[in-house]
């Protein structure tokens, strides 16, 4: 059973730092796309950051209202990605998930939030 957990949500001061973490159970993260979104009531889910891995090489996007500010990056021998937050803001206050593509979609398709698991989510509040 595949199973996504994120974890180190929690409350921020502003121009404070968090790290998220996405840790996978039955699923292997190193060779799929595994990207972070956020979502607050009432807006829709906008996307943060993608990882990506194919054909022996990688990348990474950040989305560009976040970008300097946000980086993804992973860990294959923990299986687990990471979110590393800085410089954060009230904006950024929201419920972040990750989630994994086991198909090889393209990015076109990830950033519309087509992926196959999702984690169920750490909220993110940035206030004084």
């Known amino acids: 059973q595949v199973q996504l957990v994120e974890s180190g949500g929690g409350l921020v001061q502003p121009g404070g730092s968090l790290r998220l973490s996405c840790a996978a159970s039955?699923?292997?993260?190193?060779?799929?796309?595994i990207d972070w979104f956020r979502q607050t009531p009432g807006k829709e889910r906008e996307f943060v950051a993608d990882?990506?891995?194919?054909?022996?090489?990688?990348?990474?996007t950040i989305a560009s209202s976040v970008k300097c500010r946000f980086t993804i990056f992973r860990d294959n021998a923990k299986n687990t990605v990471y979110l590393q937050m800085k410089n954060l803001e009230p904006e950024d206050t929201a419920v972040y998930y990750c989630a994994a593509d086991t198909r090889n979609r393209a990015f076109s398709f990830r950033l519309r939030g087509q992926l196959d698991y999702w984690g169920q989510g750490t909220q993110v509040t940035v206030s004084i």
């Open positions: 039955g699923l292997t993260f190193s060779k799929l796309a």
């Open positions: 990882i990506w891995w194919s054909g022996g090489s990688g990348g990474s």
